[in-house]
């Protein structure tokens, strides 16, 4: 069990996607999505280092169903291998892509912007889905001499929980804060839970990083 735990100027709190599209109203919503907010600004005022991803597709995005004339959900294969197609969302420039208006950003130095590159999407704030093309992420913490991630935001089991799979093959200490990440829950949230925890990651919650 893991609490108290001390921030320090070697961490940083990552921020995932609390994009409007992806709260209630949205194209793309996660159930209780805006929920998360508060617990989010609470953990950003203990940390010096914040940095924020953010979705930010071209319009007719190969991940998008309506790009394939198939149904939200379905799966294809791409040259990267499987992908997920969804409904449009985060278009760039769109209202739907901007950071909810209730998440604090004032504090957040760095903002990756991920899902751009028309043929290939992103999930991980370090790598597209080729797991190849990087974001510069894992670059911009090393030179920071940053050690320890902490991760939150949207959602648990895709954009959130790749990104700690990558950090962690990336060499950083990873925690994910449970309750301060949104999640569509069931065998998707099973799965991704304990992929993380062979993966080395640390799954905590906000009172362990409160009291």
């Not at 995932?16 to 999505?33: A, H, K, M, R, Y």
């Not at 043929?119 to 911009?140: C, H, M, Q, R, V």
Request: glycine share 8%.
């Amino acid at each position: 069990m893991i609490n108290n735990i001390s921030i320090d100027e070697n961490d940083a709190l990552i921020i995932i996607d609390i994009q409007n599209d992806f709260c209630p109203d949205g194209s793309l919503p996660v159930p209780d999505g805006d929920k998360i907010i508060a617990p989010v600004n609470q953990l950003s005022d203990l940390f010096d280092n914040v940095v924020i991803s953010q979705d930010w597709h071209p319009a007719g995005h190969s991940s998008f169903a309506s790009s394939h004339n198939k149904a939200a959900h379905q799966t294809i294969e791409m040259p990267y291998g499987e992908q997920v197609l969804w409904p449009d969302h985060c278009i760039s420039g769109s209202e739907g892509a901007e950071f909810h208006p209730e998440l604090a950003v004032a504090k957040a130095q760095l903002v990756v912007r991920k899902g751009f590159r028309p043929d290939i999407d992103s999930y991980s704030a370090f790598f597209e889905n080729d797991k190849t093309t990087t974001t510069g992420l894992a670059g911009y913490l090393r030179e920071r001499r940053l050690k320890r991630i902490f991760l939150v935001g949207l959602v648990f089991e895709f954009c959130v929980g790749f990104t700690a799979l990558d950090g962690c093959n990336e060499g950083f200490e990873v925690y994910v804060i449970e309750d301060a990440t949104g999640t569509f829950g069931g065998e998707g949230q099973q799965t991704m839970r304990a992929q993380l925890t062979e993966a080395g990651a640390s799954l905590i919650s906000v009172s362990d990083m409160l009291n």
